[in-house]
């Protein structure tokens, strides 16, 4: 539901939507395509699963935690400029069922970038990796649909 959400509001305000995606790993993009009409408002999206696809294509910092703040911001920032868009998630985690990066399995932080406008949530799902996984799709586009309302 909040995919076609995102493609009534990215048709009524007139935004282009990206995705930057590491945990998640296309799935985002994936769900925003299959919406109506996606190819007039979704640019695409990268995904950015290995450390070093972060540093060379979305201008991550050899030193930033992966799984940060400062990352995703990071990798939100890259993508509006790479794609033109101005309604952007970017995403990333440690699903499980181990930690990565020194933060537990189910740590998941999450970008939005709006019209200038950023929102950066951390959070820790519970469950499998499969769940985690959901939680973090379902709350991503939540997170970009409330921005883009305003």
């Given amino acids: 539901m909040t995919a076609d959400q995102i ?5 009524e305000h007139g935004y282009t939507v990206a995705v930057a ?4 790993g296309g799935s985002l993009a ?3 395509a299959a919406t109506d009409d996606s190819s007039e ?3 695409g999206g990268v995904v950015a ?3 070093r696809t972060k540093q060379r294509v979305l201008g991550v910092a050899p030193d930033c935690p992966v799984i940060s703040a400062e990352c ?3 990798m939100a920032a890259s993508l509006t400029d790479l794609m033109g868009a101005d309604a952007v998630i970017a995403i990333s985690g440690a699903g499980g069922p181990a930690g990565q990066a020194g933060q537990p399995p ?6 939005t970038l709006v019209r200038g406008r950023e929102s950066v949530e951390e959070h820790c ?3 499998t990796p499969g769940q985690v996984l959901a939680a973090a799709r379902a709350h991503a586009l939540r997170q970009l649909a409330a921005q883009m309302r305003g």
Avoid at 106 to 111: E, N, P
Wanted: charge should be negative; aromatic fraction near 14%.
């Fill in 106 to 111: 189910g740590t998941v932080v999450i970008a």
């Fill in 41 to 43: 408002w979704f640019a």
């Fill in 30 to 32: 994936a769900e925003l």
């Fill in 7 to 11: 493609a009534a509001l990215a048709r």
């Fill in 125 to 127: 799902f519970p469950g």
């Fill in 72 to 74: 995703v911001s990071t």
């Fill in 21 to 24: 995606e590491s945990l998640t």
């Fill in 49 to 51: 699963y290995q450390t």
